[in-house]
């Protein structure tokens, strides 16, 4: 039997063999990899430094004053240990403040998040002048806090203020007139109000960016299958919003846990603490009594305040939304 006639490889034919790229899977070898390390780590360097400065160090500086009773000069001497936070859990201030928070969270997400979204639906509309309706809309988020605090207390100055001039005659809301930041009672819902008409046009905004993804051929075909306006805002904008939903809550929640600015200028925490909040309540100890050390452990439970909600809302909300994300490594997380 004759063998088969087998032919010498061309010289072609050998460089593409040799070149055949990897099978999938493969990893590259170390002295690319190292490489590919190096030129990574050497761009993080400059926002390594600045988070490092500006936000390692400062929370080491406040865990560490935390546990002196120290007023801010000097080194602090007077050791404590844990009394400014056994102190903390039994302050009514603070305890306060916990529920406050707590409650301007829950007005966020029932109040002021829909109004952003139905603002969004509205203007996502195809009618004339909408450019013009979400500049109006999101304009009060440009404003400073100081410059609508101002604002607004001017517009709530008992007795001659805009709005005291506008409800003084009606019958049911007329009792306001006078109350408004001076009353226990009503300091709290004015200043949510005017929280409101500050933040609500940035979530709309943001809303506004996720109904653009948000394919115009599947409302077309919810549409031809019979669904009406609702059902299709229901069962095919929500669900496919719903990423942008997730972060929007996040950014309310984290920004009521640290609201300082808006309250400040506008009731700095009165009357009789009835607006008060962590970040005002730590201002007040360490720049008006201070009491650095106390507020130092003020801001210590703020920190793990945010950082617990961050690192749970991550794990079990924002988690569906990472999956099969690629990382730089060539792993899924």
Do not use: C
Not at 20 to 44: C, I, M, V, Y
Not at 268 to 285: D, H, K, L, Y
């Amino acid at each position: 039997m004759t063998e088969p006639l087998t032919l010498p490889a061309a010289a072609g034919d050998r460089r593409r063999t040799a070149r055949a790229p990897r099978e999938r899977g493969s990893r590259a070898p170390l002295g690319r990899r190292l490489r590919g390390w190096a030129s990574a780590t050497w761009f993080l360097v400059p926002a390594l430094l600045l988070f490092f400065l500006f936000v390692l160090i400062p929370i080491a500086v406040a865990l560490y004053t935390s546990l002196f009773k120290w007023g801010g000069f000097g080194r602090p001497e007077d050791f404590v240990g844990l009394d400014n936070y056994r102190k903390l859990s039994g302050d009514p201030v603070f305890r306060g403040d916990l529920w406050r928070g707590l409650l301007i969270v829950v007005l966020s997400l029932v109040v002021q998040l829909p109004i952003a979204l139905g603002t969004a639906v509205l203007l996502n509309q195809r009618m004339r002048g909408r450019a013009v309706y979400r500049a109006v809309f999101f304009a009060p988020y440009i404003l400073s806090e100081v410059i609508a605090g101002v604002l607004f207390g001017i517009i709530f100055l008992p007795g001659s203020g805009l709005a005291d001039e506008l409800v003084g005659g009606l019958p049911l809301v007329g009792g306001l007139a006078g109350k408004w930041f001076s009353d226990p009672g009503t300091a709290l819902p004015t200043l949510f109000a005017v929280m409101t008409w500050k933040y609500f046009g940035f979530h709309m905004m943001i809303y506004l960016a996720g109904l653009q993804g948000v394919p115009a051929e599947v409302l077309e075909a919810a549409a031809i299958d019979g669904a009406g306006p609702w059902r299709r805002f229901r069962s095919v904008t929500l669900p496919l919003l719903a990423p942008t939903l997730r972060i929007s809550v996040f950014l309310s929640v984290i920004g009521s846990i640290q609201l300082f600015d808006l309250v400040w200028v506008t009731t700095t925490g009165g009357p009789t603490n009835s607006t008060e909040t962590m970040a005002v309540t730590m201002f007040q100890f360490g720049f008006k009594r201070y009491q650095m050390g106390y507020a130092s452990a003020i801001s210590v439970a703020m920190f793990l305040i945010s950082m617990v909600f961050s690192l749970l809302y991550q794990r079990y909300a924002l988690r569906r939304d990472l999956q099969g994300a690629v990382t730089s490594a060539g792993g899924r997380r």
